[in-house]
């Protein structure tokens, strides 16, 4: 049973470019949650999906940043015309959902670095 | 404002020792504690987990104390090993909702 996975793993993007990231969540989840980590800093959580819903995006930046998690097809994070202060690790996350249970599985993350 | 307060941000232990990592919270409404282990370059991996109806959980080397009242919870690893050299990570949450993360610690095992 393969974990969840991300690609790219590492992207560079000059500024005012868009970025797209991708996440596989587990096989079975259908929950999945976007989170973003500075250089020597914790996760702070961005928006969680569940198939073709928006549960919560009160950590997304108003603007620039969508997320959807369509019903065929991966979940993507889309930040448009980057800046530099988007160079981050960005982790997506995936759950069953289970009323008695919180535990999110991480992928590996990707990398972006705007130039 | 800062909902979960981790501590030390670094610690260094010899190989063999105890290592403590703290942390404490705000919103009595949170119901799921875990503790998360990264290394660098890697996505953060579930530790271990409690739950506010127990005081202790023990897995292992690795245990959770829990306490309510003072809304605190820490995270003890017992015989530390140079392997456990990473940066770990407290977190709260209610259940089936976003984790909030502390500000991790990023430990260090000599041998």
């Known amino acids: 049973n393969a974990g969840v996975m991300q690609n790219p793993r590492h992207l560079v993007r000059r500024r005012g470019q868009e970025a797209r990231l991708r996440c596989s969540p587990m096989?079975?989840?259908?929950?999945v949650y976007w989170y973003r980590q500075l250089p020597e800093e914790g996760l702070k959580f961005m928006v969680y999906?569940?198939?073709?819903?928006?549960?919560?995006e009160s950590g997304m930046p108003k603007e620039r940043f969508s997320a959807e998690f369509p019903k065929e097809g991966p979940s993507i994070l889309r930040i448009q015309q980057v800046v530099r202060g988007d160079s981050a690790a960005y982790f997506c996350?995936?759950?069953?959902?289970?009323?008695?249970?919180?535990?999110?599985?991480f992928g590996p993350g990707t990398r972006l670095t705007v130039l | 404002q800062q909902q979960v307060k981790q501590s030390p941000q670094s610690l260094i232990v010899q190989k063999g020792g105890i290592s403590i990592i703290n942390c404490a919270y705000e919103?009595?409404?949170?119901?799921?504690f875990p503790w998360y282990q990264q290394f660098p370059g890697k996505g953060p991996a579930l530790l271990i987990a409690?739950?506010?109806?127990?005081s202790e959980k023990k897995e292992g080397r690795f245990t959770i104390s829990f306490n309510k009242s003072a809304k605190q919870f820490s995270l003890h690893i017992m015989d530390s090993q140079p392997g456990d050299s990473a940066t770990y990570f407290c977190?709260?949450?209610?259940?089936?909702?976003?984790?909030?993360f502390g500000g991790g610690t990023r430990l260090m095992v000599k041998p």
């Open positions: 977190a709260v949450a209610n259940a089936g909702n976003m984790l909030t």
């Open positions: 919103n009595t409404a949170f119901d799921y």
């Open positions: 096989k079975g989840h259908s929950h």
């Open positions: 409690i739950r506010p109806d127990v």
């Open positions: 999906l569940q198939k073709e819903n928006i549960i919560d």
């Open positions: 996350a995936s759950s069953l959902w289970d009323r008695d249970s919180n535990e999110q599985f």
